[in-house]
């Protein structure tokens, strides 16, 4: 079965700190990892990752992939009470994605 | 590019009454689409997968006379939540995905699903 797990699972900050989230996977024929941000609605495309080793970036966020650990982190530097929100990691395996049971941010002012 | 519509967005309906969530792709064709549901503070549980003009394959668990999914195009998915019953109330998700090379699903924004 396939398996995704977060840590942490909650994380209550200060504006301006640096998080690092992780994730990790256990999947048969796995394709890619994405990370989705969930404020109140429908989760929100933040990254796709499919290469070992290449960070991608998107302003305050950036997130890596090691397909040999079988993990990626999420950064998210000089957060933002903005940045509050379920930070979901999902993987592709064949046409199904598996979604860990993501990590709850808290950013406080 | 790549929008996801649901609708309805919200619905309260009475136990024992059957409810209808439709998907939309709108500017892009969708080969497959994906129905997930989730549970407060829970992450998403894909319930099922859809294939345009094929049956759903559902995820073990999911009953799917109760939970009925036709993908009669590749825009248009439905899923019809029979003979609801108050433990249905969730937040109902779909996303699509393009087919081909792409890998990557777009969702839609959601249904609130309350039964009474």
């Known amino acids: 079965e396939d398996k995704v797990v977060q840590s942490p699972l909650s994380l209550v900050v200060h504006e301006g700190d640096t998080v690092t989230l992780n994730c990790s996977y256990e999947?048969?024929?796995?394709?890619?990892l994405l990370w989705y941000k969930q404020e109140k609605k429908a989760p929100t495309f933040l990254f796709m990752l499919?290469?070992?080793?290449i960070e991608k970036k998107s302003g305050r966020l950036s997130s890596i992939l090691d397909k040999k650990e079988l993990f990626s982190i999420l950064n998210i530097t000089a957060t933002q009470t903005g940045d509050s929100a379920i930070y979901l990691c999902?993987?592709?395996?064949?046409?199904?994605?598996?979604f860990g049971e993501g990590t709850q941010l808290t950013v406080n002012p | 590019g790549a929008v996801v519509s649901q609708h309805p967005s919200w619905v309260i309906c009475k136990s024992g009454t059957s409810v209808k969530i439709e998907c939309r792709s709108l500017?892009?064709?969708?080969?497959?689409m994906f129905w997930y549901r989730q549970f407060p503070k829970q992450s998403l549980m894909l319930m099922a997968t859809?294939?345009?003009?094929?049956?759903?394959?559902?995820e073990q668990g999911v009953e799917k006379d109760k939970f009925l999914i036709n993908h009669a195009s590749l825009t248009l998915s439905t899923l019809t939540v029979t003979s609801a019953h108050p433990e249905d109330s969730s937040f109902y998700i779909c996303?699509?995905?393009?087919?081909?090379?792409?890998?990557?699903?777009?969702f839609g924004p959601g249904t609130r699903l309350t039964v009474t």
């Open positions: 996303s699509a995905r393009a087919g081909g090379s792409s890998y990557e699903q777009y």
């Open positions: 999947v048969t024929n796995f394709r890619s």
């Open positions: 499919t290469s070992s080793g």
């Open positions: 999902a993987v592709t395996s064949g046409s199904r994605l598996t």
């Open positions: 500017d892009f064709q969708a080969t497959t």
């Open positions: 859809s294939n345009e003009g094929s049956k759903a394959t559902y």
